[in-house]
């Protein structure tokens, strides 16, 4: 991605076009701006600054990407810094403590998108293929934001126009059923991928692509044929999007520590990725690390430099004992995922003390650590177990992806973890296993669980509260619903 003060005259456009976007506390706000659309969108530069700033507005919403798909789950805990309760990792969400922000910022994106796919047509580009480009991933970036929100929250107002000016009518809509939106986020990828000029990624992989985008088809396909009883059709259709995604340029590095290696962003097994630079944001998510005050003196010199320097962590989320305890010593994922710090006691005696994540975990410049990352989206990896999960879901055999996967993860200790297919049930758990395994900590792990119909079962604070199937989706703040007044909240809340 540019840097933001090469584009920033036409971020400030995004922005403009933004505070006019979804909530209605903005009824009172006249935006200003040296840029107005009627002086801005009449080159190809147009388009391409207001293309980055796009993608600027979606790494606002990189926190909550992590805390909805992830948190929730039976994958984490408190760690040693903070005190009172966390609503996410214990599902005691409520109206008044979502555990997340609103869902603003994301509708700030799409209205970004929803401009670029308005005025984008009526500019000269150099060639169709660099519009065309442009609109795809507009379409692209539409579909995904709404993935993410339609899981989230279940039934959406829909936008397909860019919101410029602050009437009611227009600010204030009430929610379309979540049948509807998927039938939006399926037409806009078909188009997306029907616009893309080729197969090719950008540099760094940060922007929306044909591969990037098929992946996004398969996940969307897996989900409506589990939860809106697709069925069959949908699966297969998830199983040729993986297919797709198999022809491109994407492979599995040999070494699983390499892909979030910071000093290899954007490598081979990537298909999207959050771009992060020094001094173009904050840090990112995975800064949940460790404060320094809560680092303690006796540990072993391995842990200290791993740890050291902290950087602006504050350890308030760990990866808890239930999930460490499922990677097995063989499994080279374990010591590339987290890192387990104890104590010693003069008499040489360990105790337990912590863990951090190593996915992610930024670059150490000038004595600081910088939690500058890519976010990823999707890779290679992830692909193939969706592949795996639609073959099963179709009664065919997913040893092979399976085998793919474990052979990375185990190296020399592969023969001893070879998969054998068995019946749908035995191979569906599996998959969720692998993906946990392959997976942690990259914002999955409640989505599988939900799609997977195992979240009731796996995570130990919702065994008791099995049936309440209002829990799967979050509730809508009670900010939110005092500023949006013809928004009701989700049953159960």
Same mark, same amino acid.
């Given at each position: 991605?540019?840097?933001?003060?090469?584009?920033?005259?036409?971020?400030?456009?995004? *922005?403009?076009?933004?505070?006019?976007?979804?909530?209605?506390?903005?009824?009172?706000?006249?935006?200003?701006?040296?840029?107005?659309?009627?002086?801005?969108?009449?080159?190809?530069?147009?388009?391409?600054?207001?293309?980055?700033?796009?993608?600027?507005?979606?790494?606002?919403?990189?926190?909550?990407?992590?805390?909805?798909?992830?948190?929730? =789950?039976?994958?984490?805990?408190?760690?040693?810094?903070?005190?009172?309760?966390?609503?996410?990792?214990?599902?005691?969400?409520?109206?008044?403590?979502?555990?997340? &922000?609103?869902?603003?910022?994301?509708? =700030?994106?799409?209205?970004?998108?929803?401009?670029?796919?308005?005025?984008?047509?009526?500019?000269?580009?150099?060639?169709? /293929?660099?519009?065309?480009?442009?609109?795809?991933?507009?379409?692209?970036?539409?579909?995904?934001?709404?993935?993410?929100?339609?899981?989230?929250? &279940?039934?959406?107002?829909?936008?397909?126009?860019?919101?410029?000016?602050?009437?009611?009518?227009?600010?204030?809509?009430? #929610?379309?059923?979540?049948?509807?939106?998927?039938?939006?986020?399926? $037409? /806009?990828?078909?188009?997306?991928?029907?616009?893309?000029?080729?197969?090719?990624?950008?540099?760094?992989?940060?922007?929306?692509?044909?591969?990037?985008?098929?992946?996004?088809?398969?996940?969307?396909?897996?989900?409506?044929?589990? @939860?809106?009883?697709?069925? $069959?059709?949908?699966?297969?259709?998830?199983?040729?999007?993986?297919?797709?995604?198999?022809?491109?340029?994407?492979?599995?590095?040999?070494?699983?520590?390499?892909?979030?290696?910071?000093?290899?962003? &954007?490598?081979?097994?990537?298909?999207?990725?959050?771009?992060?630079? %020094?001094?173009?944001?904050?840090?990112?998510?995975?800064?949940?690390?460790?404060?320094?005050?809560?680092?303690?003196?006796?540990?072993?010199?391995?842990?200290?430099?791993?740890?050291?320097?902290?950087?602006?962590?504050?350890?308030?989320?760990?990866?808890?004992?239930?999930?460490?305890?499922?990677?097995?010593?063989?499994?080279? #994922?374990?010591?590339?995922?987290? *890192?387990?710090?104890?104590?010693?006691?003069? $008499?040489?005696?360990?105790?337990?003390?912590?863990?951090?994540?190593?996915?992610?975990?930024?670059?150490?410049?000038?004595?600081?650590?910088?939690?500058?990352?890519?976010?990823?989206?999707?890779?290679?990896?992830?692909?193939?177990?969706? @592949?795996?999960?639609?073959?099963?879901?179709?009664?065919?055999?997913?040893?092979?992806?399976?085998?793919?996967?474990?052979?990375?993860?185990? &190296?020399?200790?592969?023969?001893?973890?070879?998969?054998?297919?068995?019946?749908?049930?035995?191979?569906?758990?599996?998959?969720?296993?692998?993906?946990?395994?392959?997976?942690?900590?990259?914002?999955?792990?409640?989505?599988?669980?939900?799609?997977?119909?195992?979240?009731?079962?796996?995570?130990?604070?919702? %065994?008791? #509260?099995?049936? %309440?199937?209002?829990?799967?989706?979050?509730?809508?703040?009670?900010?939110?619903?005092?500023?949006?007044?013809?928004? =009701?909240?989700?049953?159960?809340?």
């Amino acid at each position: 991605m540019k840097n933001i003060m090469k584009i920033l005259p036409h971020i400030l456009l995004c *922005f403009a076009l933004v505070f006019t976007s979804c909530n209605n506390t903005l009824n009172e706000i006249k935006p200003k701006s040296v840029i107005t659309t009627a002086s801005f969108w009449k080159t190809e530069d147009d388009a391409s600054g207001a293309l980055n700033g796009m993608y600027v507005l979606l790494r606002n919403t990189e926190n909550d990407l992590y805390m909805e798909g992830e948190e929730r =789950s039976e994958a984490f805990e408190g760690g040693v810094y903070g005190g009172g309760t966390y609503n996410l990792y214990l599902n005691a969400l409520t109206p008044d403590n979502t555990g997340v &922000g609103s869902w603003t910022e994301y509708y =700030s994106v799409i209205n970004a998108a929803n401009a670029l796919l308005k005025y984008v047509p009526d500019i000269s580009f150099s060639s169709d /293929d660099a519009k065309n480009a442009v609109l795809a991933q507009a379409y692209a970036m539409r579909a995904f934001v709404y993935f993410v929100m339609a899981r989230t929250w &279940g039934d959406l107002v829909l936008r397909t126009d860019p919101t410029e000016g602050t009437d009611p009518s227009v600010t204030q809509k009430e #929610r379309s059923p979540v049948a509807d939106v998927f039938t939006l986020i399926k $037409s /806009d990828i078909d188009e997306a991928i029907k616009l893309f000029p080729n197969d090719n990624f950008e540099a760094g992989r940060g922007n929306w692509s044909k591969p990037a985008t098929y992946a996004l088809k398969a996940d969307v396909y897996l989900w409506t044929g589990k @939860k809106l009883n697709g069925g $069959s059709a949908d699966f297969q259709t998830a199983l040729d999007a993986c297919n797709e995604v198999q022809k491109s340029d994407v492979t599995l590095l040999p070494n699983f520590a390499d892909v979030f290696d910071f000093n290899n962003k &954007g490598n081979d097994e990537i298909l999207m990725a959050i771009k992060y630079n %020094q001094l173009e944001a904050s840090n990112g998510y995975w800064h949940n690390w460790i404060i320094g005050s809560a680092v303690p003196s006796n540990i072993t010199q391995q842990a200290k430099d791993i740890l050291l320097p902290v950087g602006g962590g504050q350890g308030l989320m760990v990866v808890t004992a239930l999930v460490r305890n499922q990677f097995t010593k063989d499994d080279s #994922r374990r010591n590339a995922t987290f *890192f387990e710090v104890y104590t010693h006691d003069d $008499s040489g005696d360990s105790t337990y003390y912590t863990n951090v994540c190593l996915k992610g975990r930024g670059e150490v410049t000038g004595g600081n650590r910088i939690f500058d990352s890519d976010y990823i989206l999707y890779r290679y990896a992830d692909v193939v177990l969706m @592949k795996a999960e639609a073959e099963n879901a179709l009664g065919q055999d997913p040893a092979a992806e399976i085998n793919m996967i474990r052979k990375r993860a185990y &190296g020399s200790s592969y023969s001893s973890h070879v998969f054998v297919s068995g019946n749908k049930d035995f191979n569906d758990e599996m998959i969720l296993k692998e993906r946990l395994l392959e997976l942690l900590n990259e914002g999955k792990r409640w989505w599988d669980l939900v799609r997977f119909g195992k979240a009731f079962d796996l995570v130990p604070n919702l %065994q008791s #509260r099995a049936g %309440q199937d209002y829990l799967l989706l979050f509730p809508i703040s009670t900010a939110m619903l005092s500023l949006e007044p013809k928004i =009701s909240q989700n049953p159960g809340y």
